[in-house]
């Protein structure tokens, strides 16, 4: 596996499920992020972790939960969303120490809320 | 966070028509970078600009630094059904590391 790997691709739950995304790099990065793509909307930063520590949280409701077990692996929880959270999850990663400032995002969850 | 405006919104070209877009910021950037998001994907990097002034091509593509530091374009030559998608500009501010994305622009390519 190369790159930034998310699973599910895809996703369906209800209102009062709990599910998780995965995302994995395999590059060597050692900062994570999570963004929100809604329809007609501009990429929404959720999560940054750098080092494995949280470094920013944008305001994001708590029923989305990140966690980070190391610098290859990032989660989002989720419980209890509404349908206004139904987006395409997108997941990056980036070498923060280096002048390659880049990211690589993987191809996305499409979580629907129903 | 800081805003780069980019524009156009969309653009519905016909195929083989050059394409322009551009990003603009009230703050100076040390780094451009232009992604392109095909659908149900994920944005990948296209060009990545790193000096004032610096012009980038990767293929039919050219990229521009501006001189002021605080814009960039992208251009598309001789567009084909499969330029199709969402392109974003990014940038690193002077002082900091995170990206900050502009709202992007989608093409539509009609055959």
């Known amino acids: 596996e190369t790159g930034v790997t998310q699973t599910p691709r895809h996703l369906v739950m209800g209102m009062t499920n709990k599910k998780s995304l995965k995302c994995e790099q395999h590059?060597?990065?050692?900062?994570m992020y999570w963004y929100k793509q809604s329809a007609k909307k501009p990429l929404e930063l959720m999560f940054v972790y750098s080092l494995e520590e949280r470094v920013e949280n944008n305001s994001v409701p708590s029923r989305f939960s990140p966690e980070c077990p190391n610098s290859s692996h990032l989660f989002l929880h989720l419980h209890t969303l509404q349908p206004e959270d139904s987006a395409l999850y997108l997941c990056?990663?980036?070498?923060?120490?280096?002048?390659?400032?880049?990211?690589?995002f993987g191809s996305g969850t499409r979580l629907t809320v129903v | 966070g800081q805003q780069l405006n980019q524009s156009p919104q969309s653009m519905f070209i016909q195929e083989g028509e050059d394409v322009s877009m551009n990003c603009t910021s009230s703050?100076?950037?040390?780094?451009w970078l232009w992604y392109k998001q095909d659908p149900g994907e994920g944005p990948v990097l296209l060009i990545a600009?790193?000096?004032?002034?610096e012009l980038t091509s990767n293929g039919r593509l050219t990229a521009q630094f501006g001189i002021t530091r605080k814009d960039s374009f992208l251009n598309i030559s001789a567009s084909i059904p499969s330029d199709v998608g969402i392109y974003f500009c990014?940038?690193?501010?002077?002082?900091?590391?995170?990206?900050?994305f502009g709202g992007g622009t989608r093409l539509m390519v009609k055959p």
């Open positions: 990056a990663s980036s070498q923060v120490l280096r002048g390659n400032y880049g990211y690589t």
């Open positions: 600009l790193y000096k004032a002034g």
């Open positions: 590059l060597g990065h050692n900062a």
């Open positions: 703050s100076i950037f040390n780094t």
């Open positions: 990014a940038g690193h501010l002077v002082a900091g590391n995170m990206l900050t």
